[in-house]
């Protein structure tokens, strides 16, 4: 059991050092970047809504947007102790929750957000190592610094640790 459970809420991000935790709400469309250095136990969460930070006019909250989001938490975690070149990514969430009959893009946010993710972790060098996202129904999700465990939690589809 973690230490320390802190709770990162939408359009959120924080970082913890081992025994931390760190754990986020009712991922729906949005998606929950996982960032995990092994070797100084140090994790990064955020909880991102958008994938694109230019799109938008206020851009006040950096951890909203998938681009800021990223940066942000890599600069955070590097600046109490992480090493980027070590750092580990898992992702969960990017659902579609509602059923539309539009091939409008703006409508696929929960795919955009988890496109940009993953366009995000290559461009940093990060590698996923897990994800679980898609579908059509909500996650919470607890990220562990002692071990980089990632449990993902939803109803009526049971839990899993990634």
């Known amino acids: 059991m973690a230490g320390n459970m802190i709770i990162v809420g939408m359009a959120d991000l924080n970082v913890t050092k081992s025994p931390g935790a760190l754990t986020t709400l009712g991922l729906g469309s949005c998606v929950g970047i996982a960032l995990y250095d092994p070797h100084s136990k140090i994790a990064g969460l955020a909880h991102i809504m958008l994938p694109d930070s230019t799109q938008?006019?206020?851009?006040?909250?950096?951890?909203?947007?998938?681009?800021?989001?990223?940066?942000k938490?890599?600069?955070?975690?590097?600046?109490?102790?992480?090493?980027?070149?070590?750092?580990?990514?898992?992702?969960?969430?990017?659902?579609?929750?509602?059923?539309?009959?539009?091939?409008?893009?703006?409508?696929?946010?929960?795919?955009?957000?988890?496109?940009?993710?993953?366009?995000?972790?290559?461009?940093y060098n990060i590698p996923l190592l897990a994800k679980e996202t898609g579908a059509d129904f909500g996650r919470t999700v607890e990220l562990y610094a002692e071990d980089g465990r990632f449990l993902i939690k939803t109803i009526g589809h049971g839990n899993r640790v990634l």
């Open 56 to 71: 938008i006019a206020n851009r006040s909250n950096l951890a909203k947007f998938a681009d800021t989001a990223m940066k």
């Open 73 to 123: 938490m890599i600069d955070d975690m590097v600046r109490i102790g992480a090493r980027k070149e070590a750092m580990k990514a898992k992702i969960a969430g990017g659902a579609q929750m509602f059923a539309f009959n539009s091939t409008n893009d703006n409508m696929r946010i929960g795919d955009r957000n988890v496109e940009a993710t993953l366009k995000l972790l290559r461009q």
